[in-house]
């Protein structure tokens, strides 16, 4: 399935309120086009949204602009294989579909599975008489590297309670996978408004709350097997007592050595994901360890 990932979406960074009253703005997608004669951006800043396509020297060809409340904005992250987003602009009844597609499966380096290297961008021109044509990005030329510091910061834009870890635990993917994913983008040195004290605590929060209803449902499941429920809650005290051990000698040891407050919430949020991995596997019979 090919989808769009809005990549020409000069939007200054998701800017937040803070930053739009300093006229900061931020990077959404770029890249070179038709070898390296053209250049497409999206950028986003004081609750407006800029489209650029320019040559090589930086000459302006087209600036389309929209407000982040109504620019149209596809976002499919966990939906396929890939992650895909568009982000489309109008001229007239003319359309420019930026569009950005990252491999789920194909990780660069050592990134995690789910920071897969772009595969796939460009732009989309639809015509009023429905002819389209399709402009693709350079290869190697997408920026941001990381797929969900592109469009995704877009969803966040336009809705203010859009929690990226609970849309990623909801497709599917593995507690520990989606941590990984929320504690990178508190780690994002590209957003100048980021508290990343704040942001690695409610995630914490956030995972410490999914455990609970993971938990719960656990017992739920050892109870309706005529399991030995009480093993499996002094398996949970036990584990829990081991968590907070380890995580109060490695927090800066292992997680943080610069600051042992930030590296213990990286560590408890963890430990907290990998749980809830072991504990959706043994609720749906693939494992037990009571």
Same mark, same amino acid.
């Given at each position: 399935?090919?989808?769009?990932?809005?990549?020409?979406?000069?939007?200054?960074?998701?800017?937040?309120?803070?930053?739009?009253?300093?006229?900061?703005?931020?990077?959404?997608?770029?890249?070179?086009?038709?070898?390296?004669?053209?250049?497409?951006?999206?950028?986003?800043?004081?609750?407006?949204?800029?489209?650029?396509?320019?040559?090589?020297?930086?000459?302006?060809?087209?600036?389309?602009?929209?407000?982040?409340?109504?620019?149209?904005?596809?976002?499919?992250?966990?939906?396929?294989?890939?992650?895909?987003?568009?982000?489309?602009?109008?001229?007239?009844?003319?359309?420019?579909?930026?569009?950005?597609?990252?491999?789920?499966?194909?990780?660069?380096?050592?990134?995690?599975?789910?920071?897969?290297?772009?595969?796939?961008?460009?732009?989309?021109?639809?015509?009023?008489?429905?002819?389209?044509?399709?402009?693709?990005?350079?290869?190697?030329?997408?920026?941001?590297?990381?797929?969900?510091?592109?469009?995704?910061?877009?969803?966040?834009?336009?809705?203010?309670?859009?929690?990226?870890?609970?849309?990623? *635990?909801?497709?599917?993917?593995?507690?520990?996978?989606? *941590?990984?994913?929320?504690?990178?983008?508190?780690?994002?040195?590209?957003?100048?408004?980021?508290?990343?004290?704040?942001?690695?605590?409610?995630?914490?929060?956030?995972?410490?709350?999914?455990?609970?209803?993971?938990?719960?449902?656990?017992?739920?499941?050892?109870?309706?097997?005529?399991?030995?429920?009480?093993?499996?809650?002094?398996?949970?005290?036990?584990?829990?007592?081991?968590?907070?051990?380890?995580?109060?000698?490695?927090?800066?040891?292992?997680?943080?050595?610069?600051?042992?407050?930030?590296?213990?919430?990286?560590?408890?949020?963890?430990?907290?994901?990998?749980?809830?991995?072991?504990?959706?596997?043994?609720?749906?019979?693939?494992?037990?360890?009571?």
């Amino acid at each position: 399935m090919r989808c769009v990932l809005a990549i020409y979406l000069c939007v200054a960074l998701l800017a937040s309120p803070a930053a739009a009253q300093n006229n900061q703005t931020q990077r959404l997608f770029e890249c070179s086009l038709n070898d390296g004669a053209n250049k497409v951006g999206v950028h986003v800043g004081d609750d407006e949204i800029t489209y650029r396509y320019a040559n090589a020297d930086g000459l302006i060809d087209l600036t389309l602009n929209d407000t982040v409340a109504t620019v149209e904005h596809t976002l499919a992250l966990w939906d396929d294989v890939n992650f895909t987003e568009s982000v489309t602009f109008y001229n007239g009844a003319t359309s420019y579909e930026v569009f950005s597609e990252a491999g789920r499966n194909r990780p660069v380096g050592d990134k995690h599975v789910l920071d897969g290297g772009a595969v796939d961008g460009g732009i989309l021109v639809t015509q009023p008489d429905g002819t389209h044509t399709e402009i693709v990005c350079d290869p190697n030329t997408i920026e941001p590297q990381n797929p969900l510091h592109r469009l995704a910061r877009l969803a966040a834009l336009k809705n203010a309670n859009y929690d990226m870890y609970a849309d990623c *635990s909801a497709s599917g993917i593995i507690a520990s996978a989606c *941590s990984q994913i929320v504690l990178q983008n508190c780690y994002d040195a590209t957003d100048p408004t980021n508290n990343e004290l704040e942001c690695l605590t409610d995630h914490y929060d956030r995972t410490q709350a999914l455990l609970s209803n993971t938990y719960a449902s656990a017992l739920a499941f050892a109870n309706e097997r005529g399991e030995d429920t009480v093993a499996l809650e002094r398996a949970q005290d036990a584990w829990s007592t081991s968590r907070n051990a380890d995580c109060t000698i490695a927090a800066w040891t292992i997680y943080n050595p610069f600051d042992s407050e930030k590296g213990a919430l990286i560590c408890l949020a963890d430990y907290t994901a990998k749980r809830i991995d072991f504990l959706t596997r043994y609720t749906i019979g693939l494992e037990f360890d009571g």
